[in-house]
């Protein structure tokens, strides 16, 4: 099933249950993708991403993308895209102080929209909270397109806000003078942690990482760490105890069946590390969850 709403300045919201699609060579206004449940798979370029719960990925306007589902149960994708006269504007109020913005209101170039760098992004606080609402106010049709057009403005906000703590301050922490030289390291950090968020629950080396992001194993271990303060392997341990307690909260997988899932090869070394993450057995965190919703 697939809904498509288009508002008056023609930004869009989209979204799609099902468990079977496949879309290639696809060209869209700038857009944030998410799901609610299972993963979505998509290809930029030579390179693979895989959607999941508690991220989002944000595409380029123009850039040529593929996407596909393959599920046994059908997932819910939604995205929200954004058209280029809405962006354009947005970005210049958002960088200019309000004296400019007084004397040149409408002073911005409607074909010239900013460029991000295409990544995952973490989906949570206000940027979840927000959208949460938005689709929420979208599967029940509502008409009240003002409303819309502020969840959407705000989304935005959210947006270039998360972009400075995820893009702009964390490239800062890579010690390096040359700004040249920090932005394509960091560019190749961010291949590696989507390449982890895309693969933790296959059994990946560092060697692996290495090679997809081409940065020396030597050379990744230390940059990675100025940034995310972890090594990768540490990444991949909380990437995958972040997603074993959603599916614990979220489904009634058992937890040998989440073990298998989240890529852990002992059901005890799992539990031994998830109780040191969450202070809780991933049984005891099941049922506290239980009682919270009850």
């Given at each position: 099933m697939k809904n498509?709403?288009?508002?008056?300045?023609?930004n869009k919201l989209y979204n799609e249950v099902t468990g079977d699609a496949c879309y290639t060579n696809q060209r869209d206004e700038f857009s944030i993708r998410l799901v609610f449940n299972g993963n979505e798979h998509y290809t930029i370029g030579q390179k693979d991403y895989n959607i999941y719960p508690g991220n989002f990925l944000a595409i380029n306007d123009g850039t040529l993308y593929s996407r596909k589902i393959y599920s046994d149960i059908?997932?819910?994708?939604?995205?929200?895209?954004?058209?280029s006269a809405f962006l354009a504007e947005f970005h210049y109020n958002i960088?200019?102080?309000d004296i400019q913005l007084l004397e040149n209101p409408y002073n911005f170039n409607q074909n010239s929209t900013p460029t991000f760098l295409e990544t995952i992004y973490p989906f949570k606080g206000d940027m979840m909270y927000n959208l949460v609402h938005l689709t929420h106010h979208f599967h029940?049709?509502?008409?009240?397109?003002l409303l819309i057009d502020e969840y959407i403005y705000h989304c935005l906000f959210l947006f270039y806000r998360l972009y400075h703590q995820?893009?702009?301050?964390?490239?800062?922490?890579?010690?390096?003078?040359?700004y040249s030289t920090r932005a394509e390291?960091?560019?190749?950090?961010n291949l590696s942690k989507d390449f982890i968020l895309s693969n933790y629950n296959q059994a990946i080396t560092l060697e692996d990482i290495s090679h997809y992001c081409c940065l020396s194993t030597t050379h990744l271990f230390r940059t990675f760490k100025q940034v995310y303060y972890c090594s990768p392997h540490q990444?991949?341990?909380?990437?995958?105890l972040k997603n074993a307690a959603y599916l614990l909260k979220t489904t009634d997988y058992e937890v040998n069946e989440i073990v298998n899932m989240v890529g852990f090869d002992s059901a005890s070394s799992f539990i031994r590390l998830f109780?040191?993450?969450?202070?809780?057995?991933p049984a005891n965190y099941r049922n506290e969850r239980l009682k919270i919703n009850v």
């Amino acid at each position: 099933m697939k809904n498509i709403k288009i508002l008056y300045n023609q930004n869009k919201l989209y979204n799609e249950v099902t468990g079977d699609a496949c879309y290639t060579n696809q060209r869209d206004e700038f857009s944030i993708r998410l799901v609610f449940n299972g993963n979505e798979h998509y290809t930029i370029g030579q390179k693979d991403y895989n959607i999941y719960p508690g991220n989002f990925l944000a595409i380029n306007d123009g850039t040529l993308y593929s996407r596909k589902i393959y599920s046994d149960i059908p997932v819910n994708t939604f995205a929200v895209m954004f058209s280029s006269a809405f962006l354009a504007e947005f970005h210049y109020n958002i960088t200019h102080d309000d004296i400019q913005l007084l004397e040149n209101p409408y002073n911005f170039n409607q074909n010239s929209t900013p460029t991000f760098l295409e990544t995952i992004y973490p989906f949570k606080g206000d940027m979840m909270y927000n959208l949460v609402h938005l689709t929420h106010h979208f599967h029940n049709w509502l008409i009240d397109e003002l409303l819309i057009d502020e969840y959407i403005y705000h989304c935005l906000f959210l947006f270039y806000r998360l972009y400075h703590q995820e893009i702009v301050t964390k490239s800062e922490k890579l010690n390096m003078i040359n700004y040249s030289t920090r932005a394509e390291v960091f560019r190749r950090l961010n291949l590696s942690k989507d390449f982890i968020l895309s693969n933790y629950n296959q059994a990946i080396t560092l060697e692996d990482i290495s090679h997809y992001c081409c940065l020396s194993t030597t050379h990744l271990f230390r940059t990675f760490k100025q940034v995310y303060y972890c090594s990768p392997h540490q990444y991949l341990m909380a990437t995958r105890l972040k997603n074993a307690a959603y599916l614990l909260k979220t489904t009634d997988y058992e937890v040998n069946e989440i073990v298998n899932m989240v890529g852990f090869d002992s059901a005890s070394s799992f539990i031994r590390l998830f109780k040191t993450r969450f202070n809780l057995t991933p049984a005891n965190y099941r049922n506290e969850r239980l009682k919270i919703n009850v």
